[in-house]
């Protein structure tokens, strides 16, 4: 499964778009590509996944470049308690492929 | 929102006692894993299971054990606790849609061995 890189933290103001961008030079044409955050403390949340098309659902809308190299996860209207660490991961479908999580970002959001 | 259960979500145990974490999903979900993760570290796949008497170890060398008899349950077992098990486990399932492995993660064990 192809690596990704994500920056370490960044921060966002309330209220505003939080924009997490994340680097998936190596992916390859059957991997997809998923987000997951982790709220201190509590279990990994799923948040949305894609192939090659955007995608949109209730918490966030994904963007992944027409060479799909890179991608960005956009929470529209960040509230605090978007404050959690975000993890891009990259996968394919594979029977036997697991979810390999990384550092991930660690968004703070700021009153 | 998933449903996916693991008790105790706390445990303070002395060295050389059995454990057993619970995990349960009434989903109906194949797949089943145990991940560990120490605090503001990466999570580490130690167990994962395909279905009913699959199980298989993950990325992360553990000395636990996991069993799968019914679809819902799958736990993991220490037999015998050392501080150096001293970590969060998270168990987790997926649901195989629109061509991906959603996994659903429980609210996680924290466990203390001294």
């Known amino acids: 499964d192809a690596k990704t890189t994500q920056p370490p933290s960044m921060d966002c103001a309330e209220g505003r778009a939080a924009n997490l961008p994340c680097n998936h030079s190596?992916?390859?044409?059957?991997?997809?590509v998923y987000w997951y955050r982790q709220i201190h403390s509590q279990g990994p949340q799923y948040i949305i996944h894609g192939l090659k098309n955007n995608e949109t659902n209730e918490m966030a809308s994904l963007i992944i470049t027409e060479d799909r190299k890179s991608s960005t996860l956009i929470l529209p209207h960040a509230t605090l308690r978007d404050t959690a660490v975000y993890y891009c991961i990259s996968m394919n479908n594979n029977a036997g492929n697991m979810l390999t999580f990384g550092g991930g970002t660690r968004l703070m959001v700021k009153p | 929102e998933a449903d996916i259960y693991q008790t105790p979500r706390y445990l303070v145990i002395g060295t050389g006692k059995k454990i057993t974490l619970e995990c349960s999903q009434t989903?109906?979900?194949?797949?089943m894993y145990w991940y560990q993760q120490d605090p503001g570290m990466e999570l580490h796949l130690i167990h994962y299971?395909?279905?009913?008497?699959?199980?298989e170890k993950g990325d992360l060398s553990s000395e636990s054990t996991v069993s799968r008899i019914r679809t819902e349950h799958f736990p993991l077992t220490l037999e015998s606790a050392r501080p150096s098990h001293t970590s969060q486990y998270l168990c987790?399932?997926?649901?195989?849609?629109?061509?991906?492995?959603?996994?659903?993660f429980g609210p996680g064990t924290r466990l203390l061995v001294l």
């Open positions: 989903m109906g979900h194949d797949k």
């Open positions: 299971s395909y279905g009913v008497n699959s199980t």
């Open positions: 987790a399932s997926s649901d195989p849609r629109r061509g991906g492995e959603t996994q659903y």
């Open positions: 190596t992916i390859s044409g059957n991997e997809y």
